[in-house]
């Protein structure tokens, strides 16, 4: 049973474009929804987000959390070939966080 | 660099052997994470401790075990090696176990032969 679902599996872009990641999960009375960056090794972390509507900035990065509708995007601007990774969404229990299989973004010069 | 550090970064063994993965922690975390990579399954958590206490497990086989020390560093232990156990495993850790994002280490590749 996934309780973490992101979409689209995968995609290609060409720099300079702007790509948005989903992820949705089916469960209620999580505590906090958290964004991950997975190049080749660590996934980094990105974002954390608690609150329903408030949107978070890094950059050309932008997440905001829909806790009525169940789901998160994650935003990036104008994209570049160093953005090309895997994209995690994990949400945090008490003592477990339950990890998305994540999309993986390429982008091409 | 997160400031987790896990060794050995490579480790290649064959089938019923037993290995120790080992993690350190960020200086100040006191959770630590165990999670398994592997290419069709994603992250998948192991086990969780905290302060020395093992607090939540997940899908962890019994031929897997862990413990954290009290200097907050933890091993994973594996044992009767089988060819699905290659992956990829994480330790993570975090300041608190409440809203605190973890920090992961560069993981451990583990291949069984």
């Known amino acids: 049973e996934d309780k973490v679902v992101q979409s689209p599996l995968s995609l290609v872009v060409h720099e300079g474009d702007t790509v948005t990641l989903n992820c949705s999960y089916e469960v209620t009375n999580f505590r906090s929804l958290l964004w991950y960056k997975q190049e080749k090794k660590a996934p980094t972390f990105l974002f954390m987000l608690?609150?329903?509507?408030i949107e978070k900035k890094s950059g050309r990065l932008s997440s905001i959390l829909d806790k009525k509708e169940l789901f998160s995007i994650l935003n990036i601007t104008a994209t570049q070939t160093g953005d090309s990774a895997i994209y995690l969404c994990?949400?945090?229990?008490?003592?477990?966080?339950?990890f998305g299989t994540g999309t993986s973004l390429t982008v091409i010069p | 660099d997160s400031g987790v550090t896990q060794t050995p970064k490579h480790l290649i063994t064959a089938t019923g052997q037993r290995v120790t993965l080992r993690c350190s922690p960020r200086?100040?975390?006191?959770?630590v994470y165990w999670y398994q990579q592997s290419l069709d399954q994603g992250l998948q958590f192991l086990i969780q401790y905290y302060n020395g206490e093992e607090r939540a497990k997940g899908n962890i086989l019994e031929r897997f075990s862990a413990q954290q020390f009290p200097d907050l560093h933890s091993e994973l232990n594996l044992s009767s090696l089988e060819l699905g156990d290659s992956a990829l495993y994480f330790c993570?850790?975090?300041?608190?176990?409440?809203?605190?994002?973890?920090?992961f280490g560069n993981g451990t590749r583990l291949t069984v032969t």
């Open positions: 994990a949400v945090e229990f008490p003592n477990q966080f339950y």
């Open positions: 993570a850790s975090s300041v608190t176990d409440l809203n605190s994002p973890l920090h």
């Open positions: 200086s100040g975390d006191l959770s």
């Open positions: 608690t609150s329903s509507g």
